[in-house]
Nanobody, 122 residues
Framework: QVQLVESGGGSVQAGGSLRLSCAVY????????MAWFRQVPGKEREGVVF???????SFADSVKGRFTISQDTAKNTLYLQMNSLKPEDTAMYYC????????????????RGQGTQVTVSS
């Protein structure tokens, strides 16, 4: 059974940093896409960053230059390093995984985590 477990969320002041982790259990596709999404109450869940098995990445314009994504394949863990955080980054952050190419919509990801809250105060 595939499980994605996020951690690392918390509260931080604007300009600060956080690193989110997504531990992946039971997932062993060689061709995959992994992604971070975020959602603010009342708004649609949006894709923050996508990474495929070749290491190709795609970032939302709102986070380019501030967020980076990395993988530790030995630990089956995906990381999202968030720097220069802004109050508008406040959201629940979710990890997702799928076999095949990256999809932009949350609903197209077969495997999804439960989320970790990030709160950025001004």
């Amino acid at each position: 059974q595939v499980q994605l477990v996020e951690s690392g969320g918390g509260s931080v002041q604007a300009g600060g940093s956080l690193r989110l982790s997504c531990a992946v259990y039971g997932y062993s596709y060689s061709n995959y896409c992994m992604a971070w999404f975020r959602q603010v109450p009342g708004k649609e869940r949006e894709g923050v960053v996508f990474i495929d098995n070749d290491g190709r990445t795609s970032f939302a314009d709102s986070v380019k230059g501030r967020f980076t994504i990395s993988q530790d394949t030995a630990k089956n863990t995906l990381y999202l390093q968030m720097n220069s955080l802004k109050p508008e980054d406040t959201a629940m952050y979710y990890c997702a995984a799928n076999a095949g190419g990256c999809r932009r919509s949350w609903v197209e990801y077969r495997y999804r985590g439960q989320g970790t809250q990030v709160t950025v105060s001004s």
